[in-house]
């Protein structure tokens, strides 16, 4: 049961365009999302989050929407930049009771190149 | 550099063989998450420490199983190997586990299971 989808295995951007990459999920309890950026043989840096209680989040060239009815995140990068080719992951996290923990569900990712 | 270490980067060994993966947290984080990613998908969540306890547990089979210690550096024991088991298999750590901190990964550990 995949409660993160990233349904494009691969986008091709060309530099300076917009990139918009895609995240749905089907747990409604999911508050909190987060992108991450993996470059080959490095492990994932986190890029920006969004709480559920916001429908947009701003940090330089990255912004990240959320439309909660539709169950349904986006991040666009403006403008795209060779650097930005990497393999991007939408991340979710449900809150579990006051004394919480939480475990991040992960899609399985979006490749963006970004073509010169 | 996230200041996660793991060793070793790539370990080839054969089915049935058992392995141990080594996690160094960020100084000062409590909290190490273990993480498998197979090809092509997402990381599939194994389990959690917090500051030696095991705080929570995810997709991991009963041949697995991890340790923090009282330094804070993690293990990750991975018994009678199986082909599937081929991965990259990443560690993170965080400040503490009740915020929604983000998670810092390491560069991971490719097993290679023959």
């Known amino acids: 049961d995949q409660q993160v989808k990233q349904n494009s295995p691969s986008l091709s951007v060309q530099e300076g365009r917009i990139s918009i990459l895609n995240c749905d999920y089907t747990n409604s309890m999911f508050d909190y999302f987060l992108w991450y950026k993996k470059y080959p043989a490095e492990g994932p840096t986190f890029l920006i989050s969004?709480?559920?209680i916001k429908d947009k989040n701003e940090d330089g060239r990255f912004t990240v929407f959320l439309n909660k009815s539709a169950k349904h995140l986006s991040l666009h990068i403006v403008p795209s930049q060779p650097g930005d080719s990497a393999v991007y992951f939408c991340?979710?996290?449900?809150?579990?009771?006051?004394?919480?923990?939480?475990?991040?569900?992960w899609g399985a990712g979006t490749k963006l190149i970004i073509k010169p | 550099d996230s200041g996660v270490t793991q060793t070793p980067k790539h370990l080839i060994t054969a089915t049935g063989q058992r392995v141990t993966l080594r996690c160094s947290p960020r100084?000062?984080?409590?909290?190490v998450y273990w993480y498998q990613q197979s090809l092509d998908q997402g990381l599939q969540f194994l389990i959690q420490?917090?500051?030696?306890?095991?705080?929570a547990k995810g997709n991991i089979l009963e041949r697995f199983s991890a340790q923090q210690f009282p330094d804070l550096h993690s293990e990750l024991n991975l018994s009678s190997l199986e082909l599937g088991d081929s991965a990259l298999y990443f560690c993170a750590s965080s400040v503490e586990p009740r915020t929604y901190n983000e998670q810092f990964f390491g560069p991971g550990t490719r097993l290679t299971v023959l």
């Open positions: 969004i709480s559920s």
């Open positions: 420490y917090y500051n030696g306890e095991e705080r």
């Open positions: 100084s000062g984080d409590l909290s």
């Open positions: 991340a979710a996290s449900a809150r579990r009771g006051l004394d919480s923990n939480y475990q991040l569900i």
